[in-house]
């Protein structure tokens, strides 16, 4: 059983570009959230999805970023016109439906804006 | 409001010797309790987790936690230290109401010294 696939584990954008970073949770998850985390910090939420719907996104910047979890296919997380403070690790994470579960956290995408 | 705290930025060890990484929490409802570790460079792997039952957790790599709920306390704790045991430790709570949310920690980084 496949584990949180994240992808690409790193990207390198300048200044103005686009970021898409893409996540598949686990299978039989329905549930992804998105995290991000500067150097030696801590995990910043940005935003929760069920399948084709926007659950929570309280933890997102409201312009240039967007996320979406398709009915088919992976998550994405947009980043558009991408400044240099976007540079941080971006993690995925899947859970089950449940109260209990934990969650279940991909390798992340590590992006750079020079 | 919910919360978690881990007060401790870092914690230092010798190899050999008991470690205690300290957590804290608020939560309505029942708390749901998590550990994770993270290595340099790699997702949140997840330790061990609290649901309910014995108020001693085991988890991964033999480390355990102690759930205490008149200190609303969660320590990690490991009888004795090894120098691979080295990494960021990350408390997480689920909300016992709306159980799609977590709170984390802002992280321990644990060096354990030879």
């Known amino acids: 059983n496949a584990g949180v696939m994240q992808n690409p584990r790193h990207l390198v954008r300048r200044r103005g570009q686009e970021a898409r970073l893409r996540c598949s949770p686990m299978?039989?998850?329905?549930?992804v959230y998105w995290y991000r985390q500067l150097p030696e910090e801590g995990l910043k939420f940005m935003v929760y999805?069920?399948?084709?719907?926007?659950?929570?996104e309280s933890g997102m910047p409201k312009e240039r970023f967007s996320a979406e979890f398709p009915k088919e296919g992976p998550s994405i997380l947009r980043i558009q016109q991408v400044v240099r403070g976007d540079s941080a690790a971006y993690f995925c994470?899947?859970?089950?439906?449940?109260?209990?579960?934990?969650?279940?956290f991909g390798e992340g995408s590590r992006l750079t804006v020079l | 409001a919910q919360s978690v705290a881990q007060p401790e930025d870092q914690v230092n060890v010798a190899e050999g010797n008991p470690l205690t990484v300290k957590c804290t929490y608020s939560?309505?409802?029942?708390?749901?309790l998590f550990w994770y570790v993270q290595y340099p460079n790699r997702g949140l792997q997840f330790l061990l987790k609290?649901?309910?039952?014995?108020?001693l957790v085991k988890g991964s790599y033999g480390f355990e936690a102690e759930f205490n709920k008149s200190q609303t306390s969660f320590h990690l704790k490991k009888p004795s230290a090894l120098v691979s045991d080295s990494a960021l430790y990350f408390c997480?709570?689920?909300?016992?109401?709306?159980?799609?949310?977590?709170?984390f920690g802002s992280g321990t980084k644990l060096n354990v010294k030879p």
């Open positions: 994470a899947s859970s089950l439906d449940s109260y209990t579960g934990e969650l279940f």
């Open positions: 299978k039989g998850h329905s549930h």
């Open positions: 999805l069920q399948k084709e719907n926007i659950i929570d």
């Open positions: 939560v309505s409802g029942n708390p749901y």
């Open positions: 609290y649901i309910t039952g014995d108020n």
């Open positions: 997480a709570v689920r909300d016992g109401y709306n159980f799609n949310k977590f709170y």
